[in-house]
């Protein structure tokens, strides 16, 4: 269960404060598909990227299992997202110079998996994901969507409990948008999966729909 107690998040630039998170309060029950939907600058990033204890809270607690991720020291915080949390971007993140078989490995190498386990793993993962025909392509060798689903293989091969995707088809056309979605889902069962996205028929597909406005949530259904 992800447990968000009365999160706030502020940035200030220059003399403007902005409340990218201005007192969130959620439950998200384990294994739960949970779409967050709201304007542009809402703050679904940020509620994101604090549930993927890649941002600080300025007060507020993100419980994972119990867990009030954000006290944890920083490589127990490392240790803890490398072991729960997977990651996906809109725009890809992957490493330019690695091929897709070298970014996917590198979870593991964070866990210090032998090279042979490794490779077996993120192999396996390529091959799920269609792509055991482009182990040794590099990013720019390969299309959008080919490069989303090295990311999918990336942020699933450690078997997280959790899934974040940040607008994971924002990049694509609609249909490899939709060959993907339909890509995570299927790799995503046992998962909870929280899906940041301006797509309002993808939003609505989840059975939990957030509305963000403002750094609030403004809706909850579900
Ligand atoms: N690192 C940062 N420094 C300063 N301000 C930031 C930072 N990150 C986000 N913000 C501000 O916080 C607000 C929320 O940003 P956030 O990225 O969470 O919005 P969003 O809902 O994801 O928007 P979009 O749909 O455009 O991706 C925005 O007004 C943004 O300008
Ligand atoms: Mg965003």
Do not use: W
């Not at 974040?164 to 060959?179: F, I, R, S, Y």
């Amino acid at each position: 269960m992800i447990k968000i107690e009365n999160v706030i998040k502020n940035y200030k630039v220059g003399e403007t404060q902005v409340h990218a998170c201005n007192g969130v309060r959620l439950e998200i029950p384990d294994g739960a598909f949970v779409s967050v939907s709201g304007r542009s600058g809402s703050g679904k990033t940020t509620l994101l990227n604090l549930i993927a204890g890649k941002e600080k809270p300025d007060s507020g607690k993100v419980l994972i299992d119990g867990v009030d991720i954000h006290k944890l020291p920083d490589k127990q915080l490392s240790k803890f997202r490398n072991e729960n949390i997977g990651f996906v971007f809109q725009s890809f993140l992957l490493e330019p110079s690695m091929t897709a078989l070298e970014n996917v490995e590198l979870p593991l190498i964070i866990r210090k998996y032998s090279k042979e386990k490794r490779r077996e793993i993120a192999k396996d993962m390529l091959e799920k994901v269609g792509l055991g025909e482009r182990l040794y392509h590099k990013p720019g060798q390969l299309s959008g969507g080919e490069r989303q689903r090295v990311s999918i293989a990336r942020a699933l091969c450690t078997n997280p409990k959790i899934l974040v995707a940040d607008e994971p088809t924002g990049n694509l056309d609609a249909k490899t948008g939709e060959d993907i979605m339909a890509l995570i889902r299927s790799l995503t069962k046992d998962c909870t999966f929280v899906l940041v996205t301006h797509d309002e028929e993808l939003a609505r597909s989840a059975p939990i729909r957030i509305v963000m406005r403002d750094g609030k949530i403004i809706s909850k259904n579900g």
